[in-house]
């Protein structure tokens, strides 16, 4: 007699299914994270060499975060109709392709291939982004904002060495005659194509098709009401909740893609090379995920609101080290973005719990692209202006004033406070 689905969810008890998705995870955000990096890297000074102006450098930015948009969506809604599993390998091989595309554009000179590569390369980082729901499906509420921190922590290993390896790659672009500053994309194309084959071969059982299966089996009578045993109370989705992690995680994604977008321009301008910007993105990128596990612990032993304080204020923190920083200091550039890395990771851990929990399972995964698809807009917005800014009131400006917009964080969370 075929076995029944109880009898198979006896097979993969949750525990055992969350650590391998957890594992399988981890291994593609290391890929990912390298893939990523390349833009943050190189993708400003390659516009900027290729158009011959400042001005518009921030465009780069804002195209792949607008690209990044559209497909939170895309990845979302695939992945609720299909699993995780096909949705983030999708939006893998779509971030491969991008960065194809850009080193097509630098090789041959050509502006506006670029903007469109770098459009359909935004697809990399949304789906990055969205694997840290997939590591909190299956896990306990308790311990949701540590699995979201389990999977954002392995990013930091490839995000870390992809900016290390600009020089290296760039060598290996112009050995293979292509420019230089399209080296970093060799190395995205690459790492992107192998997280998704990673996904495609290894994330079995989907962790969100799972979690559904269980989901179906408590709410079956003999199992009375659905729902997790000791979990925190759940509020619908018109709850204060959603629009609090959202608006949290917007601020905090366009605060951090402003003032990163311009750093590596405003250390170029004062004579530093792409070593030196590469190893203060190289900070900052591991300043983004290297903290998660801890807050991780500090979102699920203490509140969501008073993490996303605390992210508020270490972004605030990290404008004004950012706008007195000496131009010849690279230090005090890795300071400030350390810095804006922690408060970003802070308020996207805590928004990001705050969503989970808030959201039903029948209807998450397309309500997480939806959510990802604000955090995108906000950076788009944040990389479009900051190059505007910077050209007419100088970057010190953007620093100050993007770390004083972090703080309307404040009145978030104590309406949110106010409303519960």
């Not at 459009?119 to 540590?146: E, H, M, S, W």
């Not at 993490?307 to 010849?328: D, E, H, Q, Y």
């Amino acid at each position: 007699m075929t076995a029944s689905v109880p009898d198979r969810i006896d097979d993969l008890p949750r525990v055992r299914a969350q650590r391998r998705a957890l594992i399988v995870l981890a291994a593609t955000q290391v890929l990912s994270g390298a893939g990523l990096a390349a833009g943050v890297t190189v993708g400003a000074l390659l516009a900027q060499d290729l158009l011959g102006s400042t001005s518009l450098t921030g465009l780069v930015s804002a195209l792949a975060t607008a690209g990044s948009a559209l497909a939170a969506v895309a990845v979302g809604r695939v992945s609720q109709a299909r699993g995780r599993r096909p949705g983030l390998a999708a939006g893998y091989l779509a971030g491969a392709a991008g960065s194809a595309g850009v080193i097509a554009a630098a090789a041959l000179g050509n502006a506006v291939l670029l903007f469109v590569s770098m459009f359909v390369y935004g697809t990399g980082t949304a789906t990055n982004l969205q694997a840290r729901y997939a590591g909190a499906d299956l896990a306990t509420p308790a311990r949701r904002a540590r699995a979201v921190s389990t999977v954002l922590v392995a990013t930091t290993m490839g995000g870390v060495a992809g900016p290390n390896l600009a020089a290296s790659t760039g060598d290996l672009a112009h050995a293979l005659g292509i420019p230089h500053l399209a080296g970093p994309f060799l190395l995205a194309g690459a790492a992107y194509a192998l997280a998704a084959l990673v996904l495609t071969v290894w994330l079995r059982p989907d962790p969100l098709l799972l979690a559904r299966t269980l989901q179906s089996e408590r709410a079956d009578p003999a199992h009375g009401e659905h729902g997790d045993v000791g979990r925190r109370p759940v509020a619908t989705g018109r709850s204060p909740g959603v629009p609090a992690g959202v608006l949290i995680m917007v601020l905090t994604q366009l605060v951090m893609v402003a003032i990163m977008t311009m750093t590596p321009i405003h250390m170029h301008d004062h004579g530093h090379g792409t070593a030196a910007s590469g190893l203060v993105i190289a900070i900052h990128i591991g300043a983004m995920y290297l903290p998660s596990p801890l807050s991780g612990w500090l979102v699920d032993r203490y509140s969501h609101l008073t993490m996303a304080v605390t992210a508020a204020l270490a972004l605030l923190a990290a404008g004004i080290v950012a706008a007195t920083a000496p131009g010849g200091s690279v230090a005090s550039f890795a300071v400030a973005l350390a810095l804006l890395g922690l408060g970003w990771n802070l308020g996207l851990v805590a928004g990001t719990t705050i969503i989970t929990d808030s959201v039903p399972l029948a209807v998450r995964a397309r309500s997480q692209g939806l959510v990802d698809l604000s955090i995108a807009i906000a950076g788009a917005v944040g990389g479009l202006v900051s190059g505007f800014l910077v050209a007419a009131a100088g970057y010190p400006v953007l620093a100050v004033g993007g770390g004083i917009l972090a703080l309307a964080i404040v009145p978030v969370v104590i309406s949110t406070a106010r409303g519960r």
